[in-house]
């Protein structure tokens, strides 16, 4: 214990007497190990700490799945969840639920929330107690008792002004009226981001509805099942359904997952490991960087050491002071990395829209914990060790007697630290090289996403949501009703241009889309038991002129197209192309369902430009549109294309509506450029936070470049003015240091452009606009490395050029 102490009291001492290798090295540490705490807060919170519950390790959601149309997860139909119920073994208890954006009227001004059905069983399930009151009891599950509402605290508190008596009392939703039984607990919002709970009362009708995709199932296990089991066990149940009803399930398949791993999405997942990915390169440049320093450093103390090893220092003792040495350093990077990460996590937090980062499972559990201390200690301490190991175990090896008469600069130890600092800088280049591919391929991503809708100019269109009652719009003549009211009043407002409606505008929904199956008359399911499947949108005849879509074939739709007329539709050339590849589609029919469901056939009367709906999506995503006169729905947008701000139209717009039905609440009400980009500010997070990863890699490589050549004009110093001693020219001089650095920059690029292209061919696989041999991120990015890291040559050969030949004769 004595020696330990006695080890930090000397590393202190050295660290103070180099103070500027020290600050260094210590803000290089801090840089890689502050974004590691960061992203290691931010990933514990959306891996770790997705679901507001405790012990979700025995829970687990089955889901349908649909590898040819990479549907990875997706509901499943009652009918399904049915025979799961009778038949599945390996769960104590099956639960389900299903989303539906409510709205919510009665004390205040309606509103807009999210709302879930779910079975009595849904929070026993998951185990969790209300704050107040009670859950719901099994009897609640039957159509008519359904008539009890759960709040979640955020609701209770917000809108009821946490009253202590809300027990029992009436609230409205969707013009029904439901008795408050029971106030969650603070933090409880599982499925994200849900406010109120309500008893899910399947009909006779729904519960044998098996094309039908809307419910969601958690499952608890049973403690003496795995999830394997329970996996192999509901996979032959799936297969004995797929016999029984082969057009319900063909090229459906099931999967059972640990609920953490549902509750997060696959592009969050994705995303979060790629960042882990970069912060880890950072900090592996910076071990590098600070390897560097330690080696020019501790070179200078070789005769100290080897007096040490004279008087009976063993190695071992001489690479623990060392390793004490850059422990210590790390440490003292950790210190300023907490503070960086702090940093960090605040921007993240404060620049994340409330509305998109509600639905980003974990969101709320983003902090410095316990976990985050202990893992940034860890790290530093890694990176300690990772960074002193080298420089201690070569100086340790030095010749005692040769150091103790010269430099040792010929021997072996000194040549194998040429050949080790080498290494270190062409693996910063290569890591460095890398990470800025990947930030410009995402940059680009992010570009392509906003660039593809600016022919729309979304700036002058005001966009916002409504959903009709079903109790007060049952009948299909009173959503028309209600649609061409609104769409006269709104059209008649003053700096309105043209208002129409459709199912979704582009990027809504967080991205998503609502992807259906169709039927094509006189087609076959596709190859590999794919289906058909397109979006499908109701809309206004009106919303292609206001939206700028091109028509390409045939016309759109028309006024005339009504409930009485020949049902029609217009579809994108995406659907043409991909499913009508051979023949003309105009007047060829689709229904969408299966070709024996009741709903109508649709002729094919025009072809219009694709539009990118869905940012999760690479490619277009084909669409097929009807009109709301033939097809009304409960639930759509309303877009206003205007001649001025569209903000300024709110308080209109909302009283044009309240006109037409008082009590209902329109929301997301925002120009369509914001929706945009609310909806990929995540992308846009990924992109800056790679950028800036990019950056920091970029000055640290630049700055292990200087340090290498820095350090090998001053140990060549000799070798130099015997140079110009003999005739050389500055220029050679200068050209032979560059030539080094130029050298070590090319063979780190060398190795690091193929790995660069394996993560541009992973991405593009993934990310709209983004192709493999992009130019910028091949072209450009890597001459920007090769011009930083020549500069941070260029800066030690000016200084090698100014060497006064005298000197460097003398020079030891």
């Not at 600050?23 to 514990?44: K, P, Q, W, Y």
């Not at 992308?683 to 970029?698: C, E, K, N």
């Not at 930083?788 to 800066?795: D, W």
Request: include cysteine.
């Amino acid at each position: 214990m004595h020696t330990i102490f006695e080890d930090i009291r000397y590393g202190t001492r050295m660290l103070w007497k180099h103070r500027l290798a020290t600050l260094v090295c210590a803000t290089a540490l801090a840089l890689g190990i502050g974004a590691n705490t960061a992203m290691f807060s931010v990933a514990e919170a959306f891996l770790l700490h997705s679901v507001p519950f405790e012990n979700p390790d025995r829970i687990v959601a089955i889901v349908n799945v649909r590898p040819q149309q990479n549907i990875e997860t997706n509901p499943v139909s009652p009918a399904t969840y049915r025979d799961w119920q009778t038949q599945a073994k390996s769960f104590e208890q099956l639960g389900a639920y299903n989303w539906d954006e409510v709205n919510l009227t009665g004390n205040r001004e309606p509103e807009r929330t999210q709302g879930f059905c779910v079975t009595a069983n849904f929070f026993g399930l998951l185990g969790v107690q209300p704050k107040m009151g009670r859950t719901f009891l099994p009897e609640e599950e039957q159509p008519g008792k359904d008539q009890e509402i759960i709040l979640s605290y955020g609701l209770w508190e917000r809108r009821y002004a946490a009253d202590p008596n809300i027990l029992n009392k009436n609230v409205k939703v969707d013009g029904k009226s439901f008795t408050v039984v029971g106030v969650m607990n603070k933090g409880f919002d599982f499925p994200m981001p849900a406010e109120l709970w309500m008893p899910m009362a399947l009909t006779v009708k729904q519960r044998a509805e098996r094309t039908s995709r809307w419910l969601w199932v958690l499952g608890r296990l049973r403690p003496d099942t795995s999830v394997n089991q329970a996996t192999a066990e509901m996979t032959a149940i799936a297969q004995r359904e797929s016999e029984a009803y082969p057009d319900s399930y063909k090229g459906w398949r099931l999967r059972v997952m640990p609920v953490r791993e549902f509750a997060t999405t696959d592009i969050t997942r994705q995303f979060t490991l790629l960042l882990m990915g970069a912060v880890g390169f950072v900090l592996l440049i910076a071990c590098a960087d600070v390897s560097n320093v330690q080696f020019a450093r501790v070179s200078g103390r070789q005769k100290e050491l080897a007096v040490r090893a004279a008087m009976g220092a063993s190695r071992a003792r001489l690479v623990s002071q060392l390793l004490t040495e850059s422990i210590l350093l790390s440490l003292l990077g950790c210190a300023v990395g907490l503070l960086f990460a702090k940093w960090d996590i605040t921007l993240i937090l404060a620049h994340m829209p409330t509305d998109v980062a509600k639905f980003v499972a974990g969101w709320k559990t983003i902090s410095l914990d316990a976990n985050a201390f202990v893992f940034t200690l860890a790290i530093a301490l890694f990176s300690g060790i990772l960074s002193g190991i080298a420089p201690a175990l070569l100086t340790s090896r030095t010749n005692l007697s040769e150091t103790l008469k010269e430099s040792g600069r010929g021997s072996s130890a000194g040549r194998a630290r040429h050949r080790l600092r080498n290494a270190f800088v062409v693996a910063e280049i290569s890591l460095s090289l890398v990470l800025l591919v990947g930030a410009g391929l995402l940059v680009k991503n992010f570009t392509a996403l906003l660039n593809v809708n600016e022919k729309y100019h979304p700036e002058s269109i005001l966009a916002m949501n409504f959903i009709l009652p079903e109790l007060r719009y049952q009948a299909q003549p009173s959503r028309v009703s209600f649609d061409e009211q609104v769409l006269q009043r709104l059209s008649a407002l003053p700096t309105v241009q043209s208002a129409a409606m459709v199912t979704q505008v582009p990027y809504a929904n967080g991205g998503g889309a609502d992807i259906r199956a169709f039927s094509a008359e006189g087609h076959t399911t596709r190859d590999r038991g794919e289906a058909n499947s397109a979006i499908v949108q109701t809309v206004s005849p009106n919303y292609f002129l206001l939206m700028h879509i091109a028509l390409y074939e045939g016309r759109q739709l028309a006024n005339t197209d009504g409930a009485g007329t020949l049902p029609v539709a217009v579809i994108s050339k995406s659907l043409a192309r991909r499913y009508f590849p051979e023949e003309k589609p105009l007047g060829k029919r689709l229904k969408v369902g299966q070709a024996a469901e009741q709903s109508p056939w649709l002729t094919i009367v025009g072809i219009v430009d694709d539009v990118h709906y869905s940012w999760i999506n690479k490619d277009d995503i084909p669409t097929i549109y009807r009109t709301y006169r033939q097809a009304p729905s409960l639930y759509a947008s309303l877009v206003l294309r205007t001649a001025g701000d569209p903000r300024s139209l709110v308080h209109n717009v909302r009283s044009e509506v309240v006109a037409v039905d008082p009590e209902l609440s329109l929301y997301s009400i925002k120009p369509l450029d914001e929706v945009i980009s609310d909806s990929i500010v995540g992308i846009a997070y990924v992109a800056v936070m790679m950028g800036i990863l990019g950056i920091i890699a970029l000055v640290l490589a630049s700055v292990g470049v200087y340090g290498v050549m820095s350090y090998a004009v001053s140990e060549r110093t000799n070798e130099i003015g015997i140079r110009m001693a003999m005739g050389a020219a500055a220029n050679d001089i200068q050209r032979m240091v560059l030539k080094k650095g130029a050298l070590l920059t090319l063979i780190g690029m060398g190795i690091g452009l193929p790995v660069a292209f394996a993560l541009a061919s992973a991405l593009s696989s993934l990310l709209f606009g983004v192709k493999v041999a992009d130019p910028v991120a091949f072209i450009v990015l890597p001459l920007v490395l090769a011009a930083v890291a020549t500069l941070a040559s260029y800066l030690p050969s000016r200084r090698a050029v100014r060497v006064d030949p005298l000197v460097a004769l003398r020079y030891e």
